[in-house]
T-cell receptor, first 116, second 110 residues
Framework: GAVVSQHPSWVICKSGTSVKIECRSL??????MFWYRQFPKQSLMLMAT?????????EQGVEKDKFLINHASLTLSTLTVTSAHPEDSSFYIC????????????FGAGTRLSVL | KQEVTQIPAALSVPEGENLVLNCSFT??????LQWFRQDPGKGLTSLLL?????REQTSGRLNASLDKSSGRSTLYIAASQPGDSATYLC?????????FGTGTRLLVSP
C-alpha cells in the first residue's frame, strides 16, 4: 500500500515552454502533498506544500508564478513549470501524506526535467 | 532555521564491513527523524523512522539511533553488501516539514 505515482519520469523541453508534472496517490487519499527539488549531488529542498482544495504554500525563494501547483483532488497534485529555462533543469520529487495526524510522507519516483 | 548535516559525504568500503553514517541537526525540537535510501536518478525509499521519544529503531541489518538532546542520529549498516550502494539521506520532521540532510554516497565493492 501507500504508493505514489509520479509522471513523467523524464521530460526534455525547449526553453520557453511549460511542463506539467503529475503526482498521484494510488491507494490512499492524500490531504497534503509536497513538492521537492533536487540539484545534482545535493539534497532535497522543499518547494511548496499543497492541501487539497486550497492554495499551495510556497517556501521562501520559490516563485509561485513560475511553479504553479494545483491540488484539485485528494489523489492528484500537479506542478507546472511555466516558461521553463535551462536553470529550471532539475530533479523534481513529490510526496503525499495521508492526514495531518500522520507524519509519514510517501514519495514518488521523481521527474527529471531537462530544459534545452 | 533547521539545518541537517551528514558525515561523511561519501564512503567506499569492501563488502562485509560494518559501517556508520552520521546525521546532525541544529534544532532539537523535532517530531521524528527518518532515514531514506536513494538510488541514482530515483525517488526515495524509507528505511527507518524514529519518533522523538524513541532512542533507536531496527530493521534487518539496519539500526538507527537518535539522541535528540545532542542533535545526532546514526545509521548502522551491518555486513554491508554491494546492493547497499546508494545515497543515504536523513530527514528531520519539525512542524510537519521534512528538512533533508546533504546525504552520504555509499559504495560497497565486491
Amino acid at each position: 500500500g501507500a504508493v505514489v505515482s509520479q509522471h513523467p519520469s523524464w521530460v526534455i523541453c525547449k526553453s520557453g515552454t511549460s511542463v506539467k508534472i503529475e503526482c498521484r496517490s494510488l491507494d490512499f487519499q492524500a490531504t497534503t502533498m509536497f513538492w521537492y527539488r533536487q540539484f545534482p549531488k545535493q539534497s532535497l529542498m522543499l518547494m511548496a506544500t499543497s492541501n487539497e482544495g486550497s492554495k499551495a504554500t510556497y517556501e521562501q525563494g520559490v516563485e509561485k508564478d513560475k511553479f504553479l501547483i494545483n491540488h484539485a483532488s485528494l489523489t492528484l497534485s500537479t506542478l507546472t513549470v511555466t516558461s521553463a529555462h535551462p536553470e529550471d533543469s532539475s530533479f523534481y520529487i513529490c510526496s503525499a501524506r495521508v492526514s495531518s495526524a500522520s507524519d509519514i510522507q510517501y514519495f514518488g519516483a521523481g521527474t527529471r526535467l531537462s530544459v534545452l | 532555521k533547521q539545518e541537517v548535516t551528514q558525515i561523511p559525504a561519501a564512503l567506499s568500503v569492501p563488502e562485509g564491513e560494518n559501517l556508520v553514517l552520521n546525521c546532525s541537526f541544529t534544532d532539537s525540537a523535532i517530531y521524528n527523524l527518518q532515514w531514506f535510501r536513494q538510488d541514482p536518478g530515483k525517488g526515495l525509499t524509507s528505511l527507518l523512522l524514529i519518533q522523538s521519544s524513541q532512542r533507536e529503531q531496527t530493521s534487518g541489518r539496519l539500526n538507527a539511533s537518535l539522541d535528540k538532546s545532542s542533535g545526532r542520529s546514526t545509521l548502522y549498516i551491518a555486513a554491508s553488501q554491494p546492493g547497499d550502494s546508494a545515497t543515504y539521506l536523513c530527514a528531520v520532521n519539525g512542524f510537519q516539514k521534512l528538512v533533508f540532510g546533504t546525504g552520504t554516497r555509499l559504495l560497497v565493492s565486491p
